[in-house]
């Protein structure tokens, strides 16, 4: 298996994504990988699934997990198709949710951190700013929620408050008797 195949098959790439290129810089401690859409892929918006024309591209980078001790950076230009129903349209990775920085295997992996650790602790270990780890647990909070497909039938309710920050900074996470959370809100007073 060649470097490209191994890398292709870390990222879990299926057609029309293919790894393009790699770079190992030894001064900054980094792998990238360079992956792009294979020549004369057709493309489809992504919201109706008709065939479009690529519009331009936009140039991404993401945190991936990392290759033994080098720090792993997933960089693409981004096809943006232009849909004569809905617009110019940016096409999904496979491998990171909408907005974020970071691959969704290497938010699964600050996640699990998270159960044992503390956001600060985390955040030190994985050289992350305090803002990037919430941003992580925030995205992961919405999937979650987006899960639920009907308002459940709940007879049992927990009610947390949660300090975080400091200077007596409060959530509170309403979930089931399953630890599934139901609500979440910014303060102690919300209703």
């Avoid at 870390?10 to 810089?25: M, R």
């Avoid at 065939?51 to 001790?69: A, E, I, M, N, Y």
């Amino acid at each position: 298996m060649d470097e490209k195949s191994l890398y292709a098959h870390i990222l879990n790439l299926t057609a029309p994504w293919q790894v393009k290129s790699l770079t190992l810089d030894e001064n900054a401690g980094s792998v990238t990988v360079t992956v792009g859409i294979a020549e004369n892929t057709q493309l489809t918006c992504p919201t109706c699934r008709k065939s479009c024309s690529v519009h331009d591209h936009r140039h991404r980078k993401w945190r991936h997990l990392d290759t033994c001790q080098f720090m792993t950076l997933v960089e693409a230009d981004v096809p943006r198709v232009m849909c004569p129903e809905h617009g110019c349209q940016t096409l999904p990775v496979p491998w990171a949710g909408s907005g974020s920085r970071y691959t969704l295997l290497f938010e699964s992996f600050v996640l699990s951190w998270l159960k044992i650790s503390t956001v600060d602790a985390v955040r030190k270990q994985l050289k992350l700013s305090w803002n990037a780890v919430d941003g992580i647990m925030t995205r992961a909070v919405k999937r979650g929620l987006s899960r639920i497909k009907k308002p459940l039938s709940v007879r049992h309710m927990n009610v947390d408050e949660v300090a975080f920050k400091k200077g007596h900074r409060y959530i509170t996470v309403v979930s089931d008797r399953d630890g599934r959370a139901l609500a979440l809100t910014d303060d102690r007073g919300t209703e």
